[in-house]
């Protein structure tokens, strides 16, 4: 296919881009959001020699006749966080698909990756989707499930995605007036909201051993990380283990036994604490007896 526009604005996109240039398909333009925090992304681009426009308000009149003037036939959002107005969805001759990393329509909205890691799930699933007014709500094309196992973080789901999202891509473009797709229900419908840094805090009274290995998993780096209070200052927790011996003792208590630590203990038991900062507190390390809160 031809004049096919991309919004991206991190590697989920840029490996689109690849993988169909690679395979012959006309990309004609690239649409990358105007903060500095994506000039990686735009160099990125630029290696592949495609051609981009660095866009602050994509439903700007302006840019919907610039975009209208490219004749498009086809829309790709890939991580893409601005929402798109309903005349901009319109544009391209053939639709607008959405790149969706969740199981839909159990999730919708944000960080959809980071909460099927959280809540538990067995697999994570990504989705494309044809796009539509409504958020996340439109005919499902395609589905790829990650499985997710008790070492699993966000840069395992973030990694598979990113490589299976192409594949899905290239599998329905050249079949896209012709895939019927799955209508979602919506009576089943669950929107999560996205997440930032407050949603990260590890309650150690409250969450058992599992939730926060989970919390831990799904926000270790790139992430800022889950966290707790040291009195004045975050700790933030980038990986833990769970001890093969049952530790248990007061919800947050810092414990060494036998040399080894530093454990907090948790709702039901002890977790070992393998990487962790202290904010504002450079070398500082965790000591015996200390509580997090």
């Known amino acids: 296919m031809d004049k096919i526009v991309i919004f991206l604005n991190g590697q989920r996109g840029i490996n689109v881009v690849r993988e169909l240039k ?9 649409i990358i959001p105007v903060d500095k925090k994506y000039d990686k992304v735009q160099k990125e681009i630029e290696n592949v020699k495609v051609n ?6 994509i439903n ?16 790709l959002i890939a991580g893409y966080s601005t929402i798109l107005n309903i005349e901009v969805i319109k544009i391209p001759t053939k639709g607008t ?21 959280i809540n538990g799930e067995k697999k994570a699933t990504i989705s494309l989707i044809r796009m ?11 589905e790829r499930d990650i499985l997710i196992n008790k070492f699993t973080d966000i840069n395992d789901l973030h990694k598979q995605a990113n490589k299976l999202f192409p ?4 599998s329905v473009i050249d079949k896209i007036e012709t895939i019927k797709g799955r209508v979602q229900n919506e009576k089943k419908a669950i929107y999560w909201h996205q997440r930032n840094d407050e949603d990260g805090y590890i309650n150690f009274s409250k969450f058992d051993t599992p939730h926060v290995s989970r919390l831990v998993r799904a926000l270790t780096t790139p992430y800022p990380g889950a966290w707790a209070n040291l009195k004045n200052h975050k700790i933030r927790i980038f990986k833990i283990e769970i001890p093969k011996f049952n530790l248990q003792g007061t919800p947050g208590k ?33 000591k015996h007896g200390q509580f997090l809160n």
């Open 22 to 30: 690679n395979l012959g398909h006309g990309i004609v333009k690239c």
């Open 60 to 75: 700007n009149q302006d840019i919907v006749m610039r975009l209208k003037k490219l004749n498009p036939n086809l829309f």
């Open 97 to 117: 698909l959405n790149l969706h990393a969740g199981r839909l329509p159990d999730y919708r909205g944000g960080s959809p990756l980071n909460w099927q890691l």
């Open 254 to 286: 810092v414990l060494y036994i036998q040399k080894q630590g530093p454990f907090v203990v948790c709702k039901d038991r002890a977790v070992l604490i393998k990487d962790y900062k202290i904010e504002s507190k450079k070398n500082i390390k965790l």
């Open 52 to 57: 981009f426009w660095r866009i602050k308000d």
């Open 132 to 142: 539509t007014q409504k958020i996340d709500a439109g005919k499902i094309l395609k």
């Open 167 to 170: 594949k899905l891509v290239n």
